[in-house]
T-cell receptor
Framework: QKEVEQNSGPLSVPEGAIASLNCTYS??????FFWYRQYSGKSPELIMF????GDKEDGRFTAQLNKASQYVSLLIRDSQPSDSATYLCAVRGGSNYKLTFGKGTLLTVNP | DAGVIQSPRHEVTEMGQEVTLRCKPI?????LFWYRQTMMRGLELLIYFNNNVPIDDSGMPEDRFSAKMPNASFSTLKIQPSEPRDSAVYFCASSATRDSIYEQYFGPGTRLTVT
């Protein structure tokens, strides 16, 4: 059974701080890693993806991947109240198009 | 360009009734996914199609659930008979092979309540 684990939170940070969200996965054959953001009552939307070990930056967001440790993280710099949402980590294996999602981490950014 | 369209947005039904959820994927997308989201279990993949053909239905919980995709622009998820434990938000998502990252675009979801 392929598993993706996330701390459910809630993670609470003050406005302007760095929010760090973490995810571990069980399938060593996993190839692609995604972070989706889901506002309350809305559908998930993709904000970051990463394939290779190391860091990938996009604006205030940085995704980090360590395949040896089976660990992927998302850093949000200069957190804003509008970043308050549930962040879902998703993993895809190399041979199919299925995504396995973690249960998500609820992030609250306090003004 | 319109996104993924789902109907109905909300459905309330009594236990034992048949429920049909509908989805129209983004035009040109060749993959379609059905998910179920609950607080307890998170977002679970139920089934996915490629070019209208079911590829993996291992997530379908039991025989009460069935899904069809008669053409590239329409899919249904049917629950018969429905039970209270089926209450959840059901999402449809689509993606395109031509998209190098196979990003999945989610519809707004159908909130199903079975009483």
């Amino acid at each position: 059974q392929k598993e993706v684990e996330q701390n459910s939170g809630p993670l609470s940070v003050p406005e302007g701080a760095i929010a760090s969200l973490n995810c571990t996965y069980s399938d060593r054959g996993s190839q692609s890693f995604f972070w989706y953001r889901q506002y309350s009552g809305k559908s998930p939307e993709l904000i970051m993806f990463i394939y290779s070990n190391g860091d990938k930056e996009d604006g205030r967001f940085t995704a980090q991947l360590n395949k040896a440790s089976q660990y992927v993280s998302l850093l949000i710099r200069d957190s804003q109240p509008s970043d308050s949402a549930t962040y879902l980590c998703a993993v895809r294996g190399g041979s199919n198009y299925k995504l396995t999602f973690g249960k998500g981490t609820l992030l609250t950014v306090n003004p | 360009d319109a996104g993924v369209i789902q109907s109905p947005r909300h459905e309330v039904t009594e236990m034992g009734q048949e429920v049909t959820l509908r989805c129209k994927p983004i035009s040109g997308h060749d993959y379609l996914f059905w998910y179920r989201q609950t607080m307890m279990r998170g977002l679970e993949l139920l089934i996915y199609f490629n070019n209208n053909v079911p590829i993996d239905d291992s997530g379908m919980p039991e025989d009460r659930f069935s899904a069809k995709m008669p053409n590239a622009s329409f899919s249904t998820l049917k629950i018969q008979p429905s039970e209270p434990r089926d209450s959840a938000v059901y999402f449809c998502a689509s993606s395109a092979t031509r998209d190098s990252i196979y990003e999945q675009y989610f519809g707004p979801g159908t909130r199903l309540t079975v009483t």
